[in-house]
């Protein structure tokens, strides 16, 4: 038996086997059998970007860290070295703006020295984005600041954002509310020790 007879029955033994799968017509080429191309450097490449990514990923996170506490740092020395000379003098311009008249901004600068102060000691957190009512709800776990603070935004919103006139005596009062806040912010003082000694 020659190959080709071989090979036509071993066509016939396969067809009978499978009858779904045709056999390839007598002279089909036959396939080339040597291998795919070799892709394993876009393996090493994808890995190499992946890394690269990574790391990356790894050095914005670690500089966005060091920003935050270098910011931190430079505030809490700011604040150490300068919070109440800085509140002090804007109350001076507050009482300035006071004494020529200007009722609405000695308003808006012992409103605001307040704020700062308040920020400053860490009872709350300054953000421009919130409202006065807002302010006053931060203040919620120190019930006797919020309502000192509270004749004080009722006085502030209508002034400021309403253009209400504000005469002298309700001025002198918005102040007393003020420095009734100021105060209430104080740290407490350290507990003197059992036996009366500090």
């Known amino acids: 038996m020659t190959p080709e007879q071989e090979l036509e029955r071993l066509r016939q033994i396969l067809a009978r086997m499978n009858p779904t799968v045709a056999p390839p017509p007598p002279n089909t080429p036959v396939r080339d059998s040597s291998p795919l191309p070799d892709v394993s450097f876009l393996v090493t490449l994808g890995n190499i970007i992946l890394v690269v990514v990574a790391v990356v990923a790894i050095a914005l996170v670690l500089a966005a860290v060091v920003a935050f506490l270098r910011g931190r740092i430079r505030r809490e020395k700011t604040v150490a070295a300068s919070s109440t000379p800085q509140t002090d003098a804007v109350l001076v ?14 308003m808006r600068k012992l409103y605001l020295a307040t704020l700062t102060l308040l920020d400053e000691r860490g009872i709350l957190i300054l953000d421009p984005s919130r409202t006065n009512r807002e302010i006053l709800r931060a203040l919620g776990s120190r019930p006797a600041l919020q309502d000192s603070l509270l004749p004080v935004v009722d006085t502030f ?42």
């Open 93 to 106: 311009e507050a009482t300035q703006h006071a004494d020529d008249g200007d009722m609405r901004e000695a």
């Open 157 to 198: 919103d209508p002034v400021w954002y309403g253009h209400k006139p504000l005469v002298r005596e309700r001025f002198d009062a918005f102040k007393a509310n003020i420095e009734t806040a100021r105060q209430l912010s104080e740290p407490a003082p350290a507990p003197v020790p059992a036996g009366g000694r500090a």
